[in-house]
């Protein structure tokens, strides 16, 4: 049995707005989320930029002892799930609730948490640890608080697959509900770890760029791209059977209709130099969705603005799409919101699929960048044309995924 899924509802916390609404506005209007990290003293660290949430308030999405009991990462969860069950319509008292399940993902979970009790089980002995601790720090308490909140008594999953979670969970869920599992699924991705050790760990690795000017410090595809800027949040759609959704009168945003999901298994850090594993991830949605490569017109990329991402990527791209990859539009969020970790999903490109309307990779050259067609909307820089070396760089082990959507 395979069933056709659809998407019925969006919800989005973000650097640049706190709700779908006004997250769209800001990637229409170009704004950036980027500005230097109030969350600590960064005085003694390379990186002093981060993208941080914006007078964001657990409260106005869950009441003031379930925030308490709850880490960031899971406070974005529940805030954006929220936004998406009620932009779906869907009542969770009228349906079965085994029948809807929650699959959200992050990829580490609460370092905050771990900081924390570590240096109280240092300064004050073991007896002071936060009786909590562990559920607040798990990755997969982001699933089950949403789930504990609306009352999703179906399946509830954590895929960690680092940079890929938000996709692959999505993926999985689509899976689920293609399957029998389940009706709906609440899916997406969330992370919160601007916090000394996620700062310092990243800066460590050289992911991080160490750029102190908001507006270049994250350049995807671009020449002078100098790594990533971590950023926090959480984005999820409602994914939804056809026939159930079309019962209930829903409104659908897109169908997923394809699905592909790899691993270079090369190295630890490095993705694969000829970006073989990640156009298989997209051949394979590709392959189920039953689409030819010249009739994708969009790609979300991951585009982390780091040496080797951006130069594989569009090795990848290239190697999926062959001459197609000429006329292909590419874009990255990343270049507005940072990089979310185990947050990325669909918000984003479901947006531009519901609004006609490509946004601008914010700060892209004008021309081709690592030899791909770029057709933008607006930039407010130019002139950098992407370098396409093969230095040996470690940047960030990440599984690749890919998935397909279309207008119905």
């Not at 005085?43 to 993208?51: N, P, R």
């Not at 293609?178 to 009706?183: H, L």
Request: glycine share 10%.
């Amino acid at each position: 049995m395979s069933r056709r899924v659809v998407v019925t509802g969006l919800g989005a916390v973000t650097p640049i707005g706190n709700n779908v609404d006004d997250f769209w506005t800001s990637v229409k209007a170009g704004k950036i989320g980027f500005d230097h990290i109030t969350k600590f003293d960064t005085t003694d660290y390379k990186c002093h930029i981060a993208a941080e949430l914006k007078d964001f308030n657990p409260q106005d999405f869950m009441d003031r002892k379930a925030a308490k009991r709850m880490e960031p990462f899971s406070q974005y969860a529940v805030a954006a799930a929220k936004q998406a069950i009620d932009d779906s319509g869907l009542d969770i008292e009228k349906e079965d609730p085994y029948m809807v399940g929650c699959a959200i993902g992050s990829g580490i979970g609460s370092l905050q948490a771990m900081e924390r009790e570590t240096q109280k089980l240092y300064e004050k002995g073991p007896n002071r640890v936060n009786p909590l601790l562990v559920p607040l720090m798990i990755c997969n308490m982001a699933a089950g608080n949403v789930s504990i909140q609306f009352g999703l008594k179906g399946k509830s999953i954590n895929d960690v697959t680092a940079c890929a979670t938000g996709t692959n969970t999505i993926g999985e869920a689509y899976r689920s509900i293609q399957y029998g599992e389940a009706d709906v699924m609440v899916a997406g991705g969330t992370e919160g770890s601007v916090c000394p050790i996620g700062i310092a760990g990243f800066t460590a690795l050289t992911a991080l760029s160490t750029v102190d000017d908001p507006t270049k410090c994250s350049l995807p595809f671009d020449k002078n791209r100098s790594g990533f800027v971590m950023g926090e949040g959480a984005g999820v759609v409602i994914l939804e059977e056809l026939e159930h959704a079309k019962a209930r009168g829903a409104k659908i945003y897109a169908e997923v209709v394809g699905y592909g999901a790899t691993c270079d298994a090369y190295h630890i850090t490095s993705p694969l130099e000829d970006g073989s594993g990640a156009a298989r991830a997209m051949e394979l949605a590709m392959e189920e969705a039953g689409v030819k490569p010249e009739e994708v017109t969009y790609i979300n990329a991951h585009g982390t603005s780091t040496h080797h991402n951006d130069l594989f990527e569009t090795r990848a791209i290239r190697k999926a799409f062959g001459d197609a990859a000429d006329h292909v539009l590419v874009n990255s969020t990343k270049s507005m919101v940072g990089h979310l970790l185990g947050r990325r999903c669909g918000s984003c490109c479901l947006c531009e699929i519901h609004s006609g309307r490509l946004r601008a990779s914010d700060d892209w050259n004008k021309g081709s960048r690592c030899g791909m067609r770029s057709e933008l909307l607006h930039r407010r820089s130019g002139g950098n044309r992407c370098e396409t070396g093969n230095e040996q760089f470690p940047w960030f082990w990440r599984p690749q995924c890919g998935a397909a959507v279309s207008e119905i």
